[in-house]
């Protein structure tokens, strides 16, 4: 079993910024890949970015350049560091592990205002 607890979300004015972090505890070695994702009201839910144990990174193409991907082992905690936000990064975020299950956060709202 894995327990993940997002933490930074809020209302954030366009262009400014915003760390979402992601603490993980439980059976945090059988976990392969951490992520965040995030829906908006009538969207389905996407990836934003995801790293691997290694290091490996990805990112939709809609934040490349803007949001960052990092973890920190020793305090199993992931981050996204979120900049020059958009009125259309408006969502809530997930954060996500994969062992053979995958396990989800309770999310976190984003609130990007024009």
């Known amino acids: 079993q894995v327990q993940l607890v997002e933490s930074g979300g809020g209302l954030v004015q366009a262009v400014g910024s915003l760390r979402l972090s992601c603490a993980a505890s439980?059976?945090?070695?059988?976990?392969?890949?951490m992520g965040w994702y995030r829906q908006a009201p009538g969207k389905q839910r996407e990836l934003v970015a995801c790293?691997?144990?290694?290091?490996?990174?990805n990112y939709a193409d809609s934040v490349k350049g803007r949001f960052t991907i990092s973890r920190d082992n020793a305090k199993n905690t992931v981050y996204l560091q979120m900049n020059s936000l958009k009125s259309e990064d408006t969502a809530v975020y997930y954060c996500n592990a994969k062992t053979r299950t995958t396990y989800w956060g309770q999310g976190t709202q984003v609130t990007v205002s024009s």
């Open positions: 790293i691997t144990r290694c290091g490996d990174t």
């Open positions: 439980g059976s945090m070695f059988f976990i392969n890949a």
